[in-house]
């Protein structure tokens, strides 16, 4: 059981390790010395550059469309085939979002002056795929965590993102109070709205009732129960199971 144990979580630190490693990749082609980059700017120019978001979009319209399109709806129901292929429908909708967001972003660095080494459609091609085979190499990794590692692994991914950015977003924070350009009442206030707002998030989650429920004699043989009382505890928002 231990072996097992710390085999997923070697997996799980494997595997978020190479995301980490993955955000500090710049797309080829870019000449990122020039601009006295940063970790933040090195991984807004990486090959993992769009995160899990276009999967994420895809995952969620093809949600949508199963609620209110019945072929779907009946093909989520029809056992694991059906779901083989709604996750293929939803891998090549990724797809078109990734090459569509990452063209974008492709044809925009080759606006900026001296950032792009060649900025042709050469390098918006590499560019483009680059980033597209970022998202899906990171749906990979997130399948893996799932599969062999602990938790969830697109929440985990997700997580381990804000987590390396808090103490960044922090810093900066306190740098523009020192500076006077916003106020400690502000971030005070949004601070206390942000941990009011997950409290209140947490106990809508988790609110149950308990219901009275009453068993009556069983009869085993020449053995009796008697009559019990429990209490059922039922999930009153029902979204998040």
Same mark, same amino acid.
């Given at each position: 059981?231990?072996?097992?144990?710390?085999?997923?979580?070697?997996?799980?630190?494997?595997?978020?390790?190479?995301?980490?490693?993955?955000?500090?990749?710049?797309?080829?082609?870019?000449?990122?010395?020039?601009?006295?980059?940063?970790?933040?700017?090195?991984?807004?120019?990486?090959?993992?550059?769009?995160?899990?978001?276009?999967?994420?979009?895809?995952?969620?319209?093809?949600?949508?469309?199963?609620?209110?399109?019945?072929?779907?709806?009946?093909?989520?129901?029809?056992?694991?085939?059906?779901?083989?292929?709604?996750?293929?429908?939803?891998? !090549?909708?990724?797809? =078109? *979002? #990734?090459?569509?967001?990452?063209? @974008? %972003?492709?044809? &925009? $660095?080759?606006?900026?002056?001296?950032?792009?080494?060649?900025?042709?459609?050469?390098?918006?091609?590499?560019?483009?795929?680059?980033?597209?085979?970022?998202?899906?190499?990171?749906?990979?990794?997130?399948?893996?965590?799932?599969?062999? !590692?602990?938790?969830? =692994? *697109? #929440?985990?991914?997700?997580?381990? @993102? %804000?987590?390396? &950015? $808090?103490?960044?977003?922090?810093?900066?924070?306190?740098?523009?109070?020192?500076?006077?350009?916003?106020?400690?009442?502000?971030?005070?206030?949004?601070?206390?709205?942000?941990?009011?707002?997950?409290?209140?998030?947490?106990?809508?989650? !988790?609110?149950?009732?308990?219901?009275?429920?009453?068993?009556?004699?069983?009869?085993?043989?020449?053995?009796?129960?008697?009559?019990?009382?429990?209490?059922?505890?039922?999930?009153?928002?029902?979204?998040?199971?």
């Amino acid at each position: 059981m231990k072996t097992e144990l710390a085999r997923r979580i070697a997996i799980t630190i494997g595997a978020l390790l190479l995301f980490r490693l993955g955000t500090q990749i710049p797309i080829a082609g870019l000449n990122i010395s020039t601009f006295s980059p940063t970790l933040d700017f090195i991984s807004r120019l990486s090959i993992f550059a769009l995160g899990l978001i276009p999967y994420l979009t895809a995952a969620i319209l093809i949600r949508l469309l199963s609620v209110v399109w019945r072929g779907l709806n009946l093909l989520e129901r029809s056992g694991e085939g059906g779901r083989r292929k709604l996750a293929r429908a939803t891998l !090549g909708l990724t797809l =078109g *979002l #990734a090459a569509f967001q990452a063209y @974008g %972003i492709a044809s &925009a $660095l080759t606006a900026i002056p001296g950032l792009v080494r060649n900025p042709d459609g050469w390098f918006v091609l590499t560019a483009t795929a680059s980033m597209v085979g970022g998202v899906f190499v990171l749906v990979w990794l997130s399948e893996q965590i799932t599969r062999h !590692g602990i938790g969830n =692994g *697109l #929440a985990l991914i997700l997580s381990v @993102g %804000i987590v390396v &950015a $808090l103490p960044r977003d922090i810093a900066g924070i306190l740098d523009l109070m020192r500076q006077g350009a916003i106020s400690s009442n502000l971030v005070l206030g949004h601070a206390l709205f942000w941990i009011a707002t997950v409290v209140v998030i947490v106990l809508v989650e !988790g609110a149950r009732r308990n219901i009275s429920v009453q068993f009556g004699a069983l009869n085993f043989g020449t053995r009796q129960l008697p009559v019990r009382d429990a209490m059922l505890s039922v999930k009153l928002n029902s979204a998040g199971s």
